[in-house]
């Protein structure tokens, strides 16, 4: 290094370095060039601190005569259509209580972020909906995942939060501010053993499990189906493992093609599912598979194609149900966005609808008074059935079963649960 | 039987794809000593390029622009393939011009950091709306749908197919093409020379009027081609593209990182061979042994290789510069 740098910092070495004539720098430049740089940086700071409060400023103003409720979830992403389902469903639901004269009064207002279907995005998006909105309640994620990252957020700040669809056991275990609208994985996994054992087409006693191993969905409803299976009287004959948005799938299917399964059980989430499909036939592997609710979405079907002809899974409701809840909810539904609402709008709704419910019988506004009468809902007519919440804030619901035809899924069983 | 030669087939492509983008990595730390961290969203750039052409240029023929029920012509396939390697070089040059050259003679850890800088800039920019936005699309088919092989293997209920499909081939065929222009680049021609001078000895190859930064630059512009080339590849194989800034991609590169180590970093042959043992550890070991570990294969063999042989397989001892 030549002797002339010697003296400066290590910094203007660098802006030295740059120019390639490397020439002496006497004292009185190299510091009007730091000052400059300095000044910039405080330029830049300023700035940012004022364009933050002035914003954070923006949203503290909550007028009296309206709730805020927030809605996190994944509006973009592999799972893009659970949140724009769930956040029609909820808006819905808002229409409907503002056109009838709002809450006690009150008109309900929704703020919704995207979480991208990724945890870390969740728990910001919910930290923001909490501490900067400061929202009366939170709705979402459809994800058990991404529900369980947002839950002791909600928990610590007593915000209470309803799941729309999060199925996995643990979401509601994280506090008492915790509930969700759904069943929960015990069951559907019973129900999808149940089914494979029983129904006349399947009649299976070997099954295949392909698990997504980086959802908690996944793997807890794996291990629901697996316990309930071989109680059945069934075996388990190939356990195989992917990860969310993997693109090859060859040595699993391979794998499960030499232990020849009577059923493939793939509880994942509809975009890898029908990857795996595609791959499934390209194959040659005629096996029917079975899977959840992570199923539900039009983009199955679109990936698929006639794949997953032959193939079922288990969800919240089916749009073919001639019950007049279901039909007027899906005529609203169709008024507004123009296409037949799936499993996820309709929980949305739902989560909305109690949540309004539990905010008009509340003596007050605060998290802990909804969640008191939240946690009382009992014999609360929904669109995805009857909802009670059990002592663990869980509802007891019947799960219905959908059979994949050329990328729809047709009704084809109920299944209420103790049956 | 089937199912071996089956396996086989799928770790050669994909280890194709591995060693290309794994000669990104050994190249720029043959060169530069150090890990471009942002190669691996030059893959990701390839790949959603490749959409974006693919779904502007299908009309032009008139096949519906998402889902064509033929190919288009050959010429167009070549087309896209030539402009994505194009639009990956100069991205691959902006980035080393703008991001990485004014730390020329900066400490080793400023640019490696830099690089991540670079990589996470890369991953959120493309997912904004008006770039490649935050959705996973689905690439239309560029090339028929063939199986050049079918074999039959047992009878009767048991029967079982090993399939060839012609993307695998072509995947095979031109990333083999690429790495052998590459070896008679870099071993054959005075370009080649003035790389390997520089990456011997920077300061020496400058003394002896060899243009350094010209040479850095088309190092990155080669190894930024190679990986586009891989990321045009890799959708065609896997139509269902995740969204830019999705883990997969990063752990696509992580893997290919894995084997240019493997094989050596800094060594050209090393890569490829790396690329092939990486997918081959993983597929057979995925099979074999069961899938839930399939990541855990790859990067035990990264800790065995650099307990017994950490300048990877190929690679020669470096005397630490003093």
Redesign the interface.
């Known amino acids: 290094m030549p002797t002339c740098f010697a003296t400066s910092d290590s910094e203007s070495?660098?802006s030295l370095?740059?120019d390639k004539a490397p020439t002496c720098l006497t004292k009185s430049t190299t510091s009007l060039r730091q000052f400059l740089r300095l000044s910039k940086v405080v330029g830049i700071f300023l700035l940012a601190v004022t364009s933050l409060t002035s914003l954070g400023c923006q949203s503290r103003v909550a007028s009296t005569d309206e709730i805020v409720i927030g809605h996190f979830g994944s509006i973009?992403?592999?799972e893009?259509t659970f949140g724009i389902s769930t956040d029609r469903g909820i808006q819905l639901a808002i229409e409907e209580v503002n056109a009838a004269g709002g809450v006690n009064g009150k008109k309900v207002r929704l703020i919704t972020y995207?979480d991208?279907g990724d945890p870390r995005e969740a728990g910001s998006a919910v930290t923001r909906l909490v501490t900067r909105d400061q929202v009366t309640a939170v709705l979402g994620e459809v994800a058990s995942g991404l529900s369980l990252a947002a839950a002791p957020i909600c928990q610590e700040n007593g915000v209470p939060m309803i799941s729309p669809s999060s199925t996995n056991p643990k979401v509601t275990q994280v506090g008492d501010m915790i509930y969700r609208v759904c069943f929960i994985d015990p069951f559907q996994g019973s129900v999808c053993a149940k089914f494979a054992r029983e129904n006349e087409k399947i009649k299976a006693t070997k099954a295949a499990i392909l698990c997504d191993?980086t959802a908690p969905y996944s793997v807890g409803l794996q291990e629901e189906f697996e316990k309930a299976f071989i109680a059945g009287g069934g075996t388990i004959v190939s356990?195989?493992?992917?990860?969310?948005?993997?693109?090859?799938f060859?040595?699993?299917l391979?794998?499960i093609?030499?232990s020849?399964p009577e059923v493939i059980f793939i509880p994942g989430y509809y975009?890898d599912v029908?990857?795996i499909a595609l791959q499934a036939k390209?194959?040659?592997l005629k096996v029917p598979m079975l899977g959840g609710d992570g199923w539900d979405s039009a983009k199955l079907g679109q990936?698929a194609g006639d794949a997953l002809n032959g193939c079922y899974y288990s969800n919240h409701y089916s749009h073919e149900d001639p019950s007049p809840r279901v039909q007027n909810f899906i005529k609203l539904y169709q008024g507004k966005y123009q296409e037949t609402p799936d499993g996820l709008a309709a929980l949305g709704y739902d989560a909305a609808r109690i949540l309004f419910n539990a905010m008009k019988t509340a003596p007050s506004l605060s998290g802990k008074d909804i969640a008191a009468e939240l946690a009382k809902t009992t014999g609360f007519e929904g669109v995805t059935g009857v909802i009670s919440m059990d002592a663990n804030r869980n509802p007891v619901k019947p799960a219905v079963i959908l059979e994949m035809k050329d990328g729809t899924p047709r009704y084809v069983a109920t299944i209420a649960p103790g049956e | 039987m089937a199912?071996f030669l089956?396996?086989l087939m799928?770790a050669l492509a994909?280890g194709s794809l591995y060693a290309l983008i794994a000669l990104g990595y050994t190249m720029v730390y043959g060169v530069l000593k150090f890990i471009n961290f942002a190669h691996s969203d030059i893959v990701v750039l390839g790949a959603w390029l490749s959409y974006s052409f693919a779904i502007r240029a299908l009309p032009l023929v008139g096949l519906d622009a998402h889902n064509p029920t033929t190919p288009p012509p050959i010429w167009m396939t070549a087309g896209i393939f030539v402009a994505v390697l194009a639009l990956c070089s100069l991205a691959g040059f902006l980035i080393e011009r703008l991001a990485y050259r004014?730390?020329?003679?900066?400490p080793r850890l400023n640019v490696l950091i830099t690089a991540i800088g670079v990589s996470l800039l890369l991953q959120n920019v493309g997912?904004l709306d008006f770039v490649f936005?935050?959705?996973?699309q689905?690439m239309p088919a560029l090339l028929p749908n063939w199986e050049l092989l079918r074999i039959p293997f047992g009878q009767g209920e048991?029967i079982?197919?090993v399939?060839l499909?012609l993307i695998d081939c072509i995947i095979f065929a031109v990333s083999g093409l690429l790495m052998l222009a590459l070896e008679l680049l870099i071993f054959r021609t005075k370009f080649g020379t003035a790389l390997r001078a520089v990456s011997f000895n920077t300061d020496f190859a400058a003394l002896m009027g060899i243009p350094v930064d010209r040479a850095i630059s088309l190092t990155f512009m080669l190894g930024s081609a190679l990986a586009g080339a891989a990321g045009f590849l890799?959708v065609l194989?896997?139509p269902?593209m995740?969204?830019p800034?999705?883990?997969?991609w990063v752990?696509l590169g992580l893997k290919a990182f894995v084997a240019a180590v493997v094989g050596g970093i800094g060594n050209v042959r090393g890569a490829v061979l790396g690329g092939f043992i990486i997918a081959f550890v993983?597929?057979f070991g995925?099979?074999y042994i069961?899938?839930?570990y399939?990541?855990v294969y790859v990067f035990s063999l990264l800790i065995l290789i650099l307990l017994i042989k950490p300048t990877g397989l190929l690679g020669s001892p470096v005397r630490e510069k003093v």
């Open positions: 070495c660098i370095a740059r973009t992403g592999s893009a995207d991208k191993q356990k195989q493992a992917y990860q969310a948005g993997d693109q090859d060859s040595a699993q391979t794998s093609r030499a020849e975009t029908g990857n390209k194959l040659g990936i | 199912d089956q396996t799928t994909i004014p730390l020329r003679r900066a997912q936005g935050a959705s996973p689905k048991s079982r197919y399939v499909p890799y194989k896997f269902s995740n969204q800034a999705h883990s997969v752990l993983e597929q995925a099979y069961s899938s839930n399939r990541d």
